[in-house]
């Protein structure tokens, strides 16, 4: 998949998952979801891909604290 496939692929779940409110003893917790995408490459360093994967994931998670999902 190409990074914008990847990136609504990433979409896709994580609106499936925040659609579904999970239960704990009677009462809904409502779900985030936070994602990075990084589209590794063949002869890439796999820590140097997850290393940028986690930088994508935690810039999407301030965009989702300062409401811009």
């Known amino acids: 998949a190409d990074d ?5 692929k990433a979409a896709q779940l994580a ?3 925040v659609a579904r409110p999970l239960e704990w003893e009677g009462k809904q917790i409502a779900i985030e ?3 990075g995408v990084y ?3 063949a002869g890439e360093n796999a820590t ?6 986690d930088r994508e994931m ?3 998670k ?3 604290k300062n409401g811009a999902g």
């Open 15 to 17: 609106r499936a998952v």
């Open 58 to 60: 935690y810039a999407h």
């Open 4 to 8: 914008h496939q990847a990136r609504e």
């Open 33 to 35: 979801v936070a994602y």
């Open 48 to 53: 140097e891909a997850l290393a940028a994967a």
């Open 62 to 64: 301030k965009a989702l």
């Open 39 to 41: 589209n590794f490459k």
